[in-house]
């Protein structure tokens, strides 16, 4: 299994970033306009398509305000990984500042590369988005 950890320091507080991060119903498409498209909410998954025309479809797992923690799994869409668990949380680095830290243990191994190179190109745009 490959984990695969990204992380973005942006520059407004952690509750500010949380609101946007921790929503899961449209969250990706608030936080990072253009890089996503749309969220569309189904029960407890969502529907995201991408700018680059993929979809996922993600299955909601957990979510913990008091850690600024969102916790989901990638379960259809144009990529179907055999195992897939994401986590973002937003950690607070002073009053005006913090990291959000993106985090993906995916199979098979293969789909490694193309994902995190994905999560880096949506953190850079998450980040122009939430920084303040």
């Known amino acids: 299994m490959a984990s695969i950890i990204k992380e973005v320091v942006i520059e407004s ?4 970033v949380w609101k ?7 969250g990706p498409s608030r936080m990072a306009p ?8 189904e029960g407890d998954r969502r529907v995201v398509t ?7 479809v993600e299955r909601f797992i957990s979510l913990d305000d008091d850690l600024r923690r969102l916790a989901y799994s990638v379960v259809g869409g144009t990529v179907q990984p ?5 986590v973002f949380q937003v950690v607070a680095d002073g009053e005006r500042r913090c990291r959000v830290v993106w985090t993906r243990d995916v199979l098979p191994e293969e789909l490694a590369a193309p994902i995190a190179d994905a999560m ?13």
């Open 13 to 16: 507080s952690a509750d500010d």
């Open 20 to 26: 946007v991060v921790g929503d899961f119903a449209t």
């Open 34 to 41: 253009g890089f996503v498209v749309d969220t569309k909410p």
């Open 50 to 56: 991408f700018g680059n025309g993929s979809v996922a």
């Open 82 to 86: 055999e195992h897939d668990n994401a």
């Open 120 to 132: 880096s190109r949506g953190l850079s745009v998450i980040k122009q988005t939430l920084d303040r």
